[in-house]
Nanobody, 126 residues
Framework: QVQLVESGGGLVQAGGSLRLSCAAS????????MAWFRQAPGKEREFVAA????????YYADSVRGRFTIDRDNAKNTLYLQMNSLKPEDTAVYYC???????????????????WGQGTQVTVSS
């Protein structure tokens, strides 16, 4: 069972940047598509970005496209999310997630992911 641990969250002013990291245990990190989701207070968890198992393909929610970049370092078993031009509406707990099926294309729905980190809080002040 892969374990995922997020880090890098914090408090930032609008327009600022943060880089989230997600460290994965195990030897099969490179076999799985990975994604970031987020959940704001009182709202459902929503898709943010996903990357294929080799990192060659990426997908973004419309709300973050052009501001956020997802990437991965399979040699380090780590997933990243670079967040630029942050807005107050980006405030949420951010979760990384592992696809439930090896070598599959990344998906945008929660049900396609079977391992989740504990989350890291991102707060953007106006």
């Amino acid at each position: 069972q892969v374990q995922l641990v997020e880090s890098g969250g914090g408090l930032v002013q609008a327009g600022g940047s943060l880089r989230l990291s997600c460290a994965a245990s195990g030897r099969t990190f490179s076999h799985y598509a990975m994604a970031w989701f987020r959940q704001a207070p009182g709202k459902e968890r929503e898709f943010v970005a996903a990357t294929s198992f080799r990192g060659g393909s990426t997908y973004y929610a419309d709300s973050v496209r052009g501001r956020f970049t997802i990437d991965r370092d399979n040699a380090k078993n780590t997933l990243y999310l670079q967040m630029n031009s942050l807005k107050p509406e980006d405030t949420a707990v951010y979760y990384c997630a592992k696809s439930g099926k090896a070598f599959s294309s990344p998906r945008t729905t929660l049900g396609e992911y079977d391992s989740w980190g504990q989350g890291t809080q991102v707060t953007v002040s106006s």
